[in-house]
């Protein structure tokens, strides 16, 4: 066995390839890649952590400080209040 081969079985990471790519996607993601200074890869696994909710507290602050622009720090603490209840689910509004 490689050492290439134990590094894969230790770390366990996972794969993902994706055929018959259209070429107006590709041109998206390459395009997107380049502007953010990611790689692909980094641009599919970020967009696929947003579909499913799986962004972390510290990453949805971030993108939330970035959306905010230029506010200031009571206003951005405030956005982030106001935005906090849409995270909640009222068990009783899906009976």
């Keep these: ?6 590094y894969h079985i230790v770390v366990r990471m996972s ?5 018959s790519l259209p070429q107006d996607i590709e041109r ?8 953010c200074g990611k790689s692909k890869s980094q641009i599919v696994i970020e967009a696929l952590a947003e579909k499913f909710g799986l962004h972390s507290k510290a990453q ?6 970035a959306f905010s622009g ?3 720090q009571e206003d951005f603490e405030s956005l982030q209040k106001a935005v906090e209840d849409f995270e909640t689910i009222d068990p009783s509004l899906w009976k």
């Design 60 to 65: 949805k602050k971030k993108r939330l400080r």
């Design 28 to 35: 998206a993601l390459k395009a997107e890649a380049k502007q």
């Design 70 to 72: 230029k506010l200031s």
């Design 15 to 19: 794969y993902l390839s994706i055929r």
């Design 1 to 6: 066995m490689s050492a290439l081969q134990i």
